[in-house]
C-alpha cells in the first residue's frame, strides 16, 4: 500500500500541442480506490500511464510514499498495470500468466506458485489454472489479468478500462467483485473509465478530467449533488442533467415560461443570465393546463423496470432541446403525448452564464 501525490503533472505529446496532461495535481491516500473519468482524449489513460511509467514526464512531478519517480523505471515503480486488452500470453496456461512476472523478478517456483494458488482461490480461478486464454471467456481472462497483478502484491494498482471489453450484465458482476477485491487486499488503486455509472459505483472518490485539466476530485456523492462546473454537471449523471441559458430578471430566471427564483446571493452573481441546470428528478408531471407549467413532446419513454424515464421537447421549443423526466411509478405516458411539467427550484443548479462554473461557493 502506498500513498500517491500527483504534483502539477504534465506531459506534452508535441510542443505545438495543447498538453494532454496539464498540470494536474491530485492527492491520493494510502489504500484509497480512485477513479479518473472523462471523455475520450481527456487524459485520464495518459495519467494512469504516467503513474506506471509508461509515459514520461514532462512537468511537475509524481511521488509514491513521498519519493519522486523520476527516473525509476517502470519495473522498479513496485505499481501493477492491468490493461483494457487483458494482454495474455496465449501459448500459457493461466498459472503461467500469473507468475510469469514473479518468475522475470526471481521469485522462486514454490513461492510463486503459492502466491498464484492464492489469487486464483481469491478470484476463483481454481478450476482455471490449467487452461489457456483461447479456451475462457472474456470474463475469465479478465479475471487471469487480476490474478496477474495480485500475485506481485504491489504498491498500487493501474487499471485502465479493465472491463471495456466485456457485456454488460458481466461488466456489472465484475466491477463489483473488482472493488470487494480491492477493498479487501487495501491496495492504493487508479482506475481508468469513461462509463460515469461505473466511476460512480466503484471509486471511493472520483476525478473528473476534461481536456487534461482536472475539473474536480470528490466522493460520488458530492459531485452529483455540487458540481463546480456545468462540465462535471453534464458528465455525472445518468440520464444527464438538462442545461438551458435563461433570462434573470429580478432574482427570477425564466425556463420555458417558467419561473425559477434563484437565491438572493446567486441571482446577485448571475446578472441578467444564467446557465440552470435541472436533473430528471427536479421535474414534476402536472395537470396539462397548470399555469407556469412547461409542455412536453414526448420523443421517447424509457422503461427500466423500477424506475422510467421520459424524454421530450418543449411544444414552443426546439426538437434537439431535450428534456429529461424521471416518473412516478404509476404514470403511464406513451410516445406523441404531450404532458406538462414543471421544474423545483430545490433541485436545480446554477452556473455563470460565460465561464460554466458553479454559482454557489
Known sequence: MATVYFDEATRRFTAQDP???????????DGEFLVLVGPSGCGKSTTLRMLAGLEPIDGGRILIDGH???????????????FQSYALYPNMSAAENMAFALRNFGVSKADADARVAEAAKILELENLLDRKPGAMSGG???RVAMGRAIVRNPKVFCMDEPLSNLDAKLRVSTRSQIARLQRRLGITTVYVT???VEAMTMGDRVAVLKDGKLQQVDTPERLYDHPVNAFVASF???PAIYLTKAAVAQGVADVHGTPVPLERELAARAGDQVTIGLRPEAWQVVPKGTPRSVDLVVDLVEVLGSESFVYGHPTAGDEA???TVKLDERTRIALGDVIAVQPDPAGAHFFDATTGDSLRP
Open 19 to 29: 498538453p494532454a496532461v496539464d498540470a494536474v495535481t491530485l492527492d491520493i491516500a
Open 68 to 82: 519522486d519517480q523520476k527516473g525509476v523505471r517502470p519495473r522498479d515503480r513496485d505499481v501493477a498495470m492491468v
Open 140 to 142: 475469465q481472462r479478465q
Open 194 to 196: 469513461h462509463d460515469q
Open 321 to 323: 432541446d431535450r428534456i
Open 236 to 238: 455525472i449523471g445518468s
